[in-house]
């Protein structure tokens, strides 16, 4: 036999013991490769890019936000990262709607690698707390969708929807200003909450077209990766290609939705309407849907295609494995027997679904693997009170075997010039209703000062109406 012919043996033998070897570990990636298409990890290996771990993500609201807060949340944990969390005046998160502040954030989540939960953006106080090396993300969702949701979800908080008779969505788009008003308390649900999230002028008005040009820019040249919610399975694939995480990173759970019943179908006329009374918001939701399909196209269709088949078949097998070999049944909040999984109700008319673990998911399953199953699908007020004391004890731990000269000061909070309001002065929200919030319940503090509403952010496409949105409706 010629050398030639033994080489090759010697090789077909190598790689086939070789995919035996790691057969279970090369499932994903093997199914992931083809020529030009980055591929999937299942585990590290050496040599690649490490995972970037500075992270800020923008909550916005009624965007399937309160799934990625969880998400990385748990990315957080699993990595020994930390997670900047608020002070407990500002309840679960940074005191919205007033600018965000780093004396907001509680000083046993200092200094962080990821910050989520809901916030006003503010760019220099950002950049101030974060690693130079942070990435900025955030999430939109179409104007129609999104303001149904808003509507149905604050309606008994927001005065804006309050005083419009009988609730009706067609009544307030009909005429807006007859019950609108741009200062009072949590207006921001009611008018281009976007782009308030992410540190606009909610109410400039639609003729400014410099400033709408200029903001979108902003928004654009802040954020790395600005997701959209109708394509939340391919936004995931590009968030994984920028932070070269594993596919393992983006599994999720949909969290904070509503039962059908409590939504309703907009008809004929309302979606424009919509979009022009949330003029700033259709604007940046037309400009980035645009800007992530060709991120999707120039990471290549066939690809995105491969990946999004492959996450959902991975979260499939980890929902199977939670739920006692079966998918889960949404359940109300009061079919839900563990109260660290109750969601938040905004109120009596809407019903927000969640989800309960079998009795005897213990049965065989380790510690570990109990506690992302739990935590896989715990709402985001428990969420945080979990998160904010564990890292509170590790904080405790750490402050004490430091040596005494290498200590520095953390910058206390400031508590006293918090508003006066009473979803604002309690030191702790009650489970069962912890306040209005996008993800499962945010309070609401008084209006933010005047000359907050200024800009401070950076923030062929597909109809995103043709796509039903994945999460958080």
């Known amino acids: ?23 279970g570990h090369l499932s994903w990636t093997m199914g992931a490769f083809h020529i030009g298409c980055p591929a999937l990890r299942s585990h590290p290996a050496p040599g690649l890019k490490p995972k970037h771990t500075n992270v800020v993500f923008l909550k916005t609201h009624k965007t399937a936000s309160t799934t990625m807060q969880n998400l990385l949340f748990r990315f ?23 600018s965000f502040t780093s004396h907001f954030v509680h000083p046993h989540t200092l200094p962080p690698n990821i910050i989520t939960s809901h916030m ?9 707390l974060m690693p130079n090396d942070t990435i900025y ?32 969505l067609e009544a307030f788009l009909e005429e807006p200003w007859k019950y609108y008003r741009a200062d009072e308390k949590d207006s921001m649900y009611a008018r281009n909450t976007l782009t308030f999230d992410l540190g606009g002028d909610k109410d400039r008005s639609a003729k400014d077209e410099a400033y709408a040009r200029g903001f979108v820019a902003e928004v654009d040249r802040v954020f790395s990766l600005v997701m959209i919610a109708e394509y939340f399975d391919e936004s995931l694939v590009l968030l994984r290609h920028l932070l070269s995480w594993d596919l393992d990173d983006i599994l999720y759970v949909k969290l904070n939705m509503r039962t059908p019943s409590s939504k309703r179908s907009l008809t004929l006329g309302l979606p424009s309407k919509i979009r022009a009374w949330n003029s700033l918001d259709a604007r940046l939701y037309d400009h980035f849907n645009a800007s992530l399909w060709r991120q999707l196209s120039a990471l290549g269709p066939a690809c995105v295609a491969r990946e999004v088949r492959l996450l959902r078949r991975a979260q499939e097998s980890l929902m199977r494995s939670c739920f006692g070999g079966r998918m889960p049944l949404l359940r109300s909040a009061a079919q839900i027997k563990n109260k660290d999984l109750r969601p938040w109700q905004p109120s009596g008319k809407v019903d927000i679904v969640g989800y309960d673990l079998p009795v005897n998911l213990s049965r065989g399953f380790s510690s570990q693997a109990q506690e992302l199953c ?25 402050y004490q075997l430091r040596p005494q000269q290498q200590t520095h000061p953390i910058q206390q909070p400031i508590r006293t010039v918090l508003p006066r309001h009473p ?51």
């Open 137 to 168: 993300i955030t999430i939109l969702r179409e104007p129609g969708s999104m303001f149904e949701s808003l509507f149905s979800y604050y309606n008994q908080y927001c005065q804006s929807f309050k005083r419009v008779p009988n609730g009706s």
């Open 76 to 98: 957080a944990e699993r990595n020994n990262l930390t997670a900047a969390l608020p002070v407990q005046a500002c309840s679960h998160q940074f005191c919205y709607p007033r």
């Open 374 to 398: 739990l935590k896989l699908i715990m709402p985001e007020v428990q969420y945080t009170r979990v998160l904010l004391r564990s890292q509170s004890l590790r904080y405790r731990r750490d």
């Open 423 to 473: 979803q604002v002065q309690r030191s702790q929200p009650p489970p069962a209703a912890p306040g209005p919030a996008s993800g499962t319940g945010a309070t609401s503090t008084s209006k933010p000062a005047a000359g907050t509403q200024g800009r401070t952010t950076k923030i062929g496409p597909r109809s995103a109406q043709t796509e039903a949105s994945q999460t958080e409706k």
């Open 1 to 23: 036999m010629s050398m030639k012919k033994i080489f090759l043996v010697f090789v077909a033998i190598s790689t086939i013991s070789l995919l035996l070897h790691h057969g």
């Open 120 to 128: 006003r953006f503010n760019k220099a106080e950002l950049q101030r």
